[in-house]
Antibody, heavy 122, light 108 residues
Framework: EAHLLESGGGLLQPGGSLRLSCAAS????????MSWVRRAPGKGLDWVST????????YYADSVKDRFTISRDNSRSTLSLQINTLKTEDTAIYYC???????????????WGQGTAVTVSS | EIVLSQSPGTLSLSPGERATLSCRAS???????LAWYQQKSGQTPRLLIY???RRATGIPDKFSGSGSGTDFTLTITRLEPEDFAVYFC?????????FGPGSKVDFK
């Protein structure tokens, strides 16, 4: 059975850094683009970043560009998100999400992890 | 950036009734790359519909999507207790991918 499991969240101070990880299992990881999506308290879903299956292209929301870095290790079926210069507005549950496939028309999120909570507060 | 709006914000219905949710885009969604997700309180989002009208794997046929261009609809027939949740639309025709603010279906 396909599964995604995030880790790495916690309580951090503004300006800090952390690295989120997502362990994938039960499917051919390298065949799917992957994304991070977050949901802040009381708000809706917010797309953060996407990486293609081979890892050759990455995309970011303007609000996180230059602070967040998405990466993947297909040999270990792991997705990562490096977050630097944390801001209070980064407080959210962060989900990793598997795309339908890799390529055009595939970018609906067919599977989501349980999420990891990030709280940024002084 | 394609901005999505959803209506109504909240829909109060009884089990057995039909829910009709709307998603409107600020510009045409190319190839109708529009998805619908359900999220229950404390749970992870679930893909219901992609490409505007295709049901995702394992989604019952009481959920249906329609529409094209800038106007899309999610219809849920015969509401059951487990269908009371928040529903989000998302466009994936261009970056940045964007979500609508959500429509909540709650008990009347």
């Amino acid at each position: 059975e396909a599964h995604l499991l995030e880790s790495g969240g916690g309580l951090l101070q503004p300006g800090g850094s952390l690295r989120l990880s997502c362990a994938a299992s039960g499917f051919t990881f390298s065949s799917s683009a992957m994304s991070w999506v977050r949901r802040a308290p009381g708000k809706g879903l917010d797309w953060v970043s996407t990486i293609t299956g081979p890892g050759d292209f990455t995309y970011y929301a303007d609000s996180v560009k230059d602070r967040f870095t998405i990466s993947r290790d297909n040999s270990r079926s792991t997705l990562s998100l490096q977050i630097n210069t944390l801001k209070t507005e980064d407080t959210a549950i962060y989900y990793c999400a598997k795309h339908l496939c890799n390529g055009g028309g595939c970018d609906a999120f067919e599977m989501w992890g349980q999420g990891t909570a990030v709280t940024v507060s002084s | 950036e394609i901005v999505l709006s959803q209506s109504p914000g909240t829909l109060s219905l009884s089990p057995g009734e039909r829910a009709t949710l709307s998603c409107r885009a600020s510009q045409s969604v190319d190839f109708d790359y529009l998805a619908w997700y359900q999220q229950k309180s404390g749970q992870t989002p679930r893909l219901l519909i992609y490409a505007a009208s295709r049901r995702a794997t394992g989604i019952p046929d009481k959920f249906s999507g329609s529409g094209s261009g800038t106007d899309f609809t999610l219809t849920i027939t015969r509401l059951e207790p487990e269908d009371f949740a928040v529903y989000f639309c998302q466009q994936y025709s261009e970056y940045p991918f964007t979500f609508g603010p959500g429509s909540k279906v709650d008990f009347k």
